[in-house]
């Protein structure tokens, strides 16, 4: 199965992108509905709210008055919590129940207006966020509901910012164009991403670059694409989990790098890599066959100490490297090392990035291209050894 998590601030357009997926077989969660469905008459939520809250946020046929309920229940921040403490559990056990009916090949969009102020983005494998200008979005309102400007632009300051929703999204889809240009959008969304990502995911198939050594000027976004797939990483892995290090080239402000994010996860141990195994590819991240680094006598000339665990990316999207390494390994710690000793000289970066365009230039495929920039690594150790000690580095906690 595939987790979508579907965002938005109001009046962005959030219910027609939705509508659209569900026409494509898109199962659909939409989180308001469930909370209306756990306050209808006659339901244990509705009589909960009842009782904490009195008999005056009933109508007269035993409804939910919902103007007389917010008057009380966003009176402060104690009964707003008092009010979620009713009804959170209740949505969060029927999502759960129709998130467990779909079946495994499903697309399941969920629909769910805070999930950036929630921080959920970690729950999924993709998160799809609409938008529209601040004007677009008062006129819709204004239009759709009756909303005054005033009372609109309250309601949209309220939610999460256009930058916190940019930070938070693999997909961001601008809505304020002729609906057929939207949907267009959407169906290619569909046919090119979603569906091969959730095909991937069941069949555990990693997304591969292509077998050209191309890289790319240094992306301002790749630390944020980063943090975004380490929180999932960290999710999947639990307590197994110490961190998640965005490593790589792709790590290194300035640096050119093929288009590919790499990370590490630091475990206790290779079985504790092995047991994770299952849950990290669930979340989108397929093992690779057992490998190991390159032994480096600076450091540790025991192959045994290099062994590792890989894992690629399933969505179509991007390409991912999950380096999996024991925490407090000569792998992991040259990783961090080399990371953070290209990040704090400025000559080196620079010469390794004119290596690398040189090796990238001749080299006819990605196998020679690697093989061929292997022997830096030995070089550049020490000098990097030599400034850890100079700088007193340690690996971050």
């Avoid at 409804?63 to 919590?81: I, K, N, P, S, T």
């Avoid at 050119?256 to 590819?281: C, E, F, T």
């Amino acid at each position: 199965m595939l987790r979508i998590g579907l965002t938005g601030g109001i009046g962005a357009g959030k219910s027609t992108v939705a509508e659209r997926l569900r026409s494509h077989g898109a199962i659909v969660v939409d989180a308001d509905r469930l909370a209306r469905e756990v306050l209808a008459p006659g339901s244990p939520g509705l009589a909960a709210v009842a009782e904490e809250f009195g008999p005056q946020v009933l109508t007269a046929d035993g409804g939910l008055d919902r103007a007389a309920l917010a008057a009380v229940a966003f009176a402060d921040e104690g009964r707003r919590r008092a009010l979620e403490a009713i009804t959170h559990p209740r949505i969060a056990a029927r999502t759960a129940e129709l998130f467990a009916a779909a079946a495994p090949d499903a697309v399941v969009v969920h629909d769910i207006p805070l999930l950036v102020e929630k921080a959920m983005g970690p729950a999924y494998h993709l998160v799809l966020v609409v938008d529209a200008p601040e004007p677009v979005r008062v006129a819709r309102l204004a239009a759709t509901r009756g909303m005054a400007e005033a009372d609109a632009l309250a309601r949209i300051r309220a939610q999460a910012s256009a930058e916190q929703r940019h930070a938070a999204a693999d997909v961001e889809l601008n809505t304020d164009r002729p609906r057929a240009e939207v949907a267009a959008d959407v169906d290619r969304l569909w046919s090119e991403r979603l569906v091969p990502y959730e095909h991937n995911v069941r069949t555990g198939t990693v997304v591969r670059r292509p077998d050209v050594p191309a890289l790319a000027p240094y992306d301002e976004q790749w630390p944020t694409r980063a943090a975004r797939l380490a929180a999932r990483v960290l999710a999947a892995a639990g307590p197994v989990g110490h961190r998640v290090e965005h490593v790589g080239s792709t790590a290194v402000p300035g640096l050119p790098a093929k288009d590919v994010i790499d990370l590490q996860l630091s475990v206790p141990s290779l079985a504790a890599a092995d047991d994770v195994a299952g849950a990290l590819g669930a979340a989108g991240f397929p093992r690779l066959p057992p490998t190991a680094d390159t032994p480096q006598p600076a450091v540790d000339p025991d192959p045994a100490a290099w062994q590792k665990r890989l894992h690629g990316g399933a969505d179509p999207g991007l390409v991912v490297h999950l380096h999996v390494r024991v925490a407090g390994s000569p792998g992991e710690r040259t990783a961090l090392l080399l990371r953070d000793w290209l990040r704090a000289q400025p000559q080196e970066r620079q010469a390794y990035a004119e290596h690398k365009q040189r090796l990238a230039s001749s080299a006819a495929s990605t196998l020679e291209y690697r093989e061929r920039k292997e022997p830096w690594f030995g070089e550049a150790l020490p000098r990097a050894l030599a400034w850890a000690a100079r700088t007193g580095w340690a690996p971050p906690t």
